[in-house]
């Protein structure tokens, strides 16, 4: 499961490339701030996306952002409820219970905890890389001494 997870993490910061819109020349305007997507996606996941345009990215991210949470709520809900039993009756089965629900609740919020720092990191290196655009960018590689070099610079 944690292995899915970690792997659809990975697929979800690709997909930019193949959504990505073609932009016009860069200028002042196209330039975003990493502290404003910073504060956006620490606060709700997806959102810095949302500010740099990266819509399909934002809509995933805020959509498991949900999902974890209503996730991990739930499950507070049930083991609350198999606690409060378990206090009343002293059942070994409503402490086990409560025990797998705990577990649960405790896995999907590390998961929206997750979820939540790869999306607020995302939003921030895609300010950062806004002004960025692949028209301005110089690729050149060297061979020498049977090594290659690899030169990546960029047009102000």
Do not use: C
């Amino acid at each position: 499961m944690k292995k899915i997870l970690i792997i659809f993490m990975i697929f979800l910061l690709l997909t930019n490339s193949f959504f990505a819109e073609k932009k016009k020349q860069a200028n002042k305007k196209d330039s975003k701030s990493p502290t404003k997507a910073l504060i956006m996606g620490v606060l709700v996941p997806g959102s810095g996306d949302f500010y740099n345009k990266k819509y399909v990215k934002g809509s995933i991210f805020f959509g498991l952002g949900l999902f974890f949470a209503y996730k991990s709520y739930n499950y507070y809900n049930k083991q609350k409820e198999y606690y409060d039993d378990y206090l009343e009756t002293e059942s070994r089965e409503k402490y086990r219970l409560y025990e797998k629900n705990y577990d649960n609740m405790e896995k999907y919020m590390y998961f929206y905890l997750l979820n939540l720092t790869i999306s607020t990191i995302d939003g921030v290196v895609e300010s950062y890389l806004s002004d960025w655009h692949i028209e301005k960018i110089d690729v050149k590689s060297e061979y020498k001494n049977n090594k290659v070099s690899l030169f990546i610079s960029r047009e102000l």
